[in-house]
């Protein structure tokens, strides 16, 4: 079975991945990376019809999900939205739960600082992170999204990840869910707040990487991938 790969920080490190038992498709969310051009609503509604038309254009009658942080919001949706049942099952990598983010004003004027602002962008990579890393990662990590971004659209997924909630919703949803997490992640995603989140949900498991923070796929891409194989071979 095809595994469709949602997220807009991918495993890029393909030496990690078993290409015998599974095709990967990797899809940059509107504003992001190659698809930096294409304008959208940014919400996600808007990404998880878009996995669905990829999953046609490959000829996907089934497949399985991938998504983190947003795009891990965004794969609930899709499941949510999935009538056909084509979700086999879904991996969400240190997700934005279906309730959203909420933040008080504050907060808000600190995500929305970050979009093409160096400064701001290391110091949120920190946060997600415990500031465990080096200099040199934070800066490299601050280059390329400054680079791979488009600043409305991030504004707009802020705008989203902030202030949607499908919580309520997501109780019908049967499809199997792994949430991921990263002991070092920032306190609102670690793992006792992402059972809080998805305590309602029918078939869901957890797994937390102890030696990861916000960012699995760039911190510890090899334990990532075996873990998301491991949950879909099993």
């Known amino acids: 079975m095809p595994s469709l790969v949602g997220s807009e920080m991918c495993i890029r490190d393909r030496p990690y991945l078993n290409l015998d038992a599974h095709t990967y498709a990797f899809m940059d969310l509107r504003g992001y990376g190659k698809s930096k051009d294409v304008k959208g609503k940014c919400n996600s509604d808007e990404i998880a019809n878009d996995i669905f038309d990829i999953a046609d254009d490959l000829k996907w009658d089934e497949f399985y999900l991938v998504g983190h942080s947003m795009s891990g919001m965004a794969v609930q949706k899709a499941a949510l939205l999935d009538s056909k049942k084509r979700i086999q099952k879904i991996v969400a990598v240190t997700p934005v739960s279906s309730a959203g983010f909420p933040v008080d004003d504050q907060t808000l004027q600190f995500f929305q ?86 305590q309602d949900f029918q078939n869901v498991d957890f797994l937390e990487i102890e030696s990861s923070g916000h960012f699995p796929m760039f911190e510890t891409p090899a334990l990532l991938a075996a873990a998301i194989e491991k949950y879909l071979e099993k």
């Not at 990662?137 to 499908?166: G, P, S, V």
């Not at 919703?169 to 998805?198: C, I, N, Y």
């Open 113 to 198: 600082s970050i979009p093409q602002n160096e400064e701001m962008t290391k110091t949120a990579f920190g946060a997600f992170t415990s500031n465990r890393l080096s200099d040199n990662w934070y800066e490299i990590r601050t280059k390329r999204n400054i680079e791979a971004i488009d600043k409305d659209a991030q504004l707009a997924y802020i705008e989203m990840w902030t202030k949607e909630n499908f919580q309520e919703e997501m109780k019908s949803v049967e499809t199997p869910f792994l949430v991921l997490t990263g002991k070092h992640d920032h306190l609102g995603f670690v793992l006792a707040e992402q059972e809080k989140a998805f």
